[in-house]
């Protein structure tokens, strides 16, 4: 640096050398100073701390006030439980209705191929599927606040439910041995059938025990006594809000695991795409003793099985990544190539009589009826065998439901409630049992073609399931010629994504090393010890991790204290205020998955929440456009009015109702009018308020937080009349617009892993979509490092983390609100709402 560049700084910055280039310009009006006494923490907090003389509220006070009842209590109550009511009390046809049957027809469309191959593969008779793609899609209607998470069959679910139904129904094979000698019988007569030349049978067909009937019979049952128990779990952790479980389930073990039932997935659908028949194995190494059997019995693979399977996979690959994927942007839905390869497939095989002339193994005959509800007695005979698999999917299923949930939610900008989200996935569960269904899930890919067609509203189930009706009744014959091993090409290629996410074993090494440590014991135990062992030990090792960071999160406001600036927690100090227009934020804990969304949730409760922000917004702009229509009818001009709120106001940020502390210097201090964060020889060099009348008016405010924290008043909830959603007032909007930045202090985060950078990177995308900037103070050099290789800094600038807490509000504290064009309203894109789930891979 050169010596006339020197003498161009500051008097402050003299002698200072290859400073950042990043770093804001400083000038006199913001440079950062701190002068104040130091203290001990006990002479602080005798000096500045919150002592609250309240009487503690007793239990029998608390349950006497939350006992009553009003009309608004009964509606928020039954909508809450049945939100369907409140979608049709406020569903607007003209706006709605299109929108929601053109994608409840697309996404019944998709479930046609699935239900096929889905029951197939979890090891049950093929209309197990089509039923298990109709009730529960049905019932989600009525209790689901989901408008596009798409219930049915879901590949990592069934690979569950078909470990465990061959597990109890290979005991109960075992116990009765004419089975095998009916299996023994078939053979026989097939030998013999090929050897009179009446048929094309071959001599050396298998028969296993999923050709004798009983058998089939026995393990739809334990499906169904699967999908109660499951079921009954679900509502049971949903009406007493037990959903925090899936919390202490961290990205990497899902990753790890879903990506290793990919692999067990793979290879239970390999024979049938080689036209081979082996024997189902359970237990630990499951997957060496399957391809050991297949490499047996592999010289007897059908050619013609193998052809149908490449062709398959090679058509649904071709039109996925070269067309669907491609020209995404063009089409106003993907093709569904499943199901078209499941038509051709079928008219193939039917015309030129693959069962007759290749001996190909073909569906065979679906039944064309609704089968009466049903309870299953023998299969809940023996359920003290497998309630643990029914938690274990009970909890996966939640998991991932709710996470593809939140990915539309965020997408359209609307909130899921966890708790009855759980509740409507047991009732799904729970009451399709007994339709002779087995457990059903979300699946991704239709949930995202639901999002893409914009379903407004969870009545477009109604327009999906009346078609799968029609297939069940009147269409599903068809496919009795439909080879098994498209059915197996359909669900082996569905696997593509998880066998990618494979290799995201590296990305967990680089950014922390106890995601690494989960992620690997869960992958390797999974795939070669068994789904159900590699899943406990997965949960195991998440559990330990938790042990070795610190657990009990908490988060928080910051501001400074008037006579002797310190930056303290904003509600505990008698004294303390905020700074006009700017949030700072604390997180009392390191950042990691089992409280990467209590942190985004702390956040936007203490500052300001900017979906909500973002949907008060766009809710207004439509009144004053459908106010100046109504002037334009009327032959009056539309009103010319200013609009501050969205255009922001130049002096919103220094009238903060919230804040008493102006920290702009008064007149005289210093002697080169320098603006101070703190006081000079005792001087404070703020505007003071009278000390009785603050302390009276925070004796208010406290009480009111007291009184909120112990009760929930039904009648405060403000619905807006013409949508039944909460009513965003002006006055509220225009306390929220006037935070210009938010400031994450990082001093107490020392650890992140991948979940927390992701929770940063999509918080700065969130905020940056209202024109509220994040700063982040105080990162160390862990972190720092762990954000470089979660690639945060792609979307988070380097310039927007600082030193100190300080540093950030001497530049934020300067800066006003940005404008809000209308046009800027838009909802946040696919890559904002997706925030790199694992669950959209699926």
């Not at 909500?612 to 100046?628: D, F, P």
């Amino acid at each position: 640096m050169n010596g006339d560049q020197d003498t161009a700084k500051p008097p402050g910055m003299m002698g200072q050398k290859r400073r950042r280039s990043s770093c804001p310009v400083v000038s006199p009006a913001n440079q950062v100073v701190i002068a104040r006494a130091p203290f001990t923490q006990t002479a602080f907090d005798q000096t500045h701390l919150r002592r609250s003389e309240q009487e503690k509220v007793s239990l029998g006070e608390r349950v006497r006030d939350n006992l009553y009842c009003s009309n608004r209590r009964v509606w928020k109550l039954l909508t809450t439980y049945i939100p369907v009511i409140k979608f049709l009390r406020y569903y607007k046809l003209r706006d709605s209705a299109i929108n929601d049957v053109i994608a409840g027809l697309t996404v019944g469309i998709l479930h046609i191929p699935q239900a096929l191959a889905f029951g197939q593969l979890t090891s049950v008779k093929v209309e197990n599927g089509l039923f298990t793609s109709l009730w529960p899609v049905l019932l989600y209607v009525f209790f689901g606040t989901s408008a596009h998470v798409s219930m049915g069959t879901s590949a990592v679910i069934c690979i569950m439910t078909a470990a465990t139904v061959d597990r109890e129904g290979q005991a109960w094979a075992d116990s009765r041995p004419w089975l095998l000698n009916f299996t023994a019988l078939e053979a026989a007569a097939a030998a013999e059938e090929g050897a009179g030349g009446g048929g094309n049978a071959s001599s050396g067909q298998v028969f296993t025990l999923d050709d004798v009937p009983e058998y089939l019979d026995y393990k739809e049952e334990l499906a169904m006594g699967i999908t109660l128990i499951s079921g009954a779990m679900m509502i049971a952790m949903g009406i007493f809000k037990l959903g925090f479980i899936t919390a202490y389930l961290s990205e990497s073990f899902f990753t790890a695991f879903t990506s290793a039932a990919a692999v067990h997935i793979g290879t239970s659908q390999l024979p049938a795409m080689l036209g081979i028949k082996t024997p189902r194995f359970g237990g630990a190494f499951k997957i060496i003793k399957s391809y050991e059997a297949i490499f047996k019995v592999i010289s007897d693979a059908n050619l013609a099985a193998i052809i149908c399977a490449i062709v398959a996979c090679a058509v649904i690959l071709f039109v996925k990544d070269c067309i669907n994927e491609k020209f995404k942007h063009k089409l106003p839905a993907p093709i569904p190539v499943e199901l078209f390869v499941v038509i051709f497939g079928t008219l193939i095989s039917y015309l030129a009589n693959f069962r007759g002339n290749f001996d190909l193994d073909v569906v065979g005959t679906i039944p064309t009826d609704i089968p009466a509800p049903k309870v299953p007695t023998e299969g809940l005979s023996v359920a003290p065998n497998y309630v643990v698999d029914c938690f274990i999917l009970a909890i996966l299923i939640f998991a991932n439901t709710i996470a593809m949930a939140k990915i539309c939610a965020k997408k359209h900008n609307y909130e899921v409630d966890d708790s009855q989200e759980m509740l409507a996935y047991g009732m799904c569960n729970a009451v399709s049992a007994f339709f002779k269904c087995f457990p059903s899930s979300v699946a991704p890919p239709r949930s995202m073609v639901a999002s893409s067609m914009n379903a407004k509203t969870t009545i477009s189930g109604i327009f999906a399931s009346l078609l799968m009706l029609l297939v069940i009744l009147f269409i599903s014959p068809l496919f009795t010629d439909l080879p098994k091993s498209v059915l197996a090409a359909i669900i082996f290629i569905s696997l593509k994504g998880l066998f990618i996410q494979i290799f995201d074993g590296r990305k967990f090494w680089r950014i922390n090393k106890f995601d690494f440590v989960i992620w690997f014991f869960t992958f390797f135990s999974t795939v070669f010890l068994d789904i159900d062992l590699g899943l406990g030990i997965g949960v195991g090792v998440s559990l330990v991790t938790v042990v070795f960071q610190t657990q009990f999160a908490r988060g928080f406001k910051e501001g400074y204290t008037k006579n002797d600036p310190a930056l303290v927690e904003h509600r505990k100090y008698l004294d303390s205020s905020e700074v006009p227009g700017v949030k700072i934020f604390r997180f009392q804990s390191s950042l990691y998955f089992a409280n990467a969304e209590i942190f985004r949730n702390m956040l936007y409760r203490c500052t300001v929440n900017p979906r909500k922000l973002l949907k008060g917004l766009k809710k207004r702009e439509q009144r004053l456009v459908e106010t100046n229509k109504e002037r334009v009818a009327l032959g009056l001009p539309p009103d010319p009015r200013r609009n501050s709120i969205m255009m922001g106001d130049i002096g919103m940020a220094s009238r903060d109702s919230s804040s008493s502390l102006n920290l702009s210097p008064m007149a005289g201090d210093g002697p080169d009018g320098t603006g101070h964060l703190g006081a000079n020889s005792g001087s404070s060099g703020f505007i003071d308020t009278s000390l009785s009348s603050k302390c009276a008016s925070s004796t208010v405010l406290f009480n009111a937080r007291r009184e909120s924290a112990i009760s929930i008043n039904f009648d405060d909830y403000e619905e807006d009349p013409e949508d039944g959603d909460e009513l965003f007032s002006d006055e509220k909007l225009k306390r929220m617009r006037k935070i210009h930045h938010i400031i994450i202090d990082c001093v107490t985060i020392n650890y992140i892993d991948a979940s927390g950078a992701n929770v940063l990177s999509h918080i700065f995308s969130e905020y940056g979509h209202v024109n509220i900037k994040v700063f982040l103070a105080g990162c160390s050099a862990d972190m720092r490092n762990a954000m470089e290789h979660a690639g945060v800094f792609q979307k988070i600038p380097r310039d927007h983390l600082f030193v100190d807490v300080h540093d950030a509000v001497a530049v934020a504290k300067p800066q006003r609100p940005l404008p809000l064009e209308a046009e800027a309203l838009e909802d946040f894109s696919d890559d904002e709402a997706i925030e790199d789930s694992y669950v959209t891979k699926m």
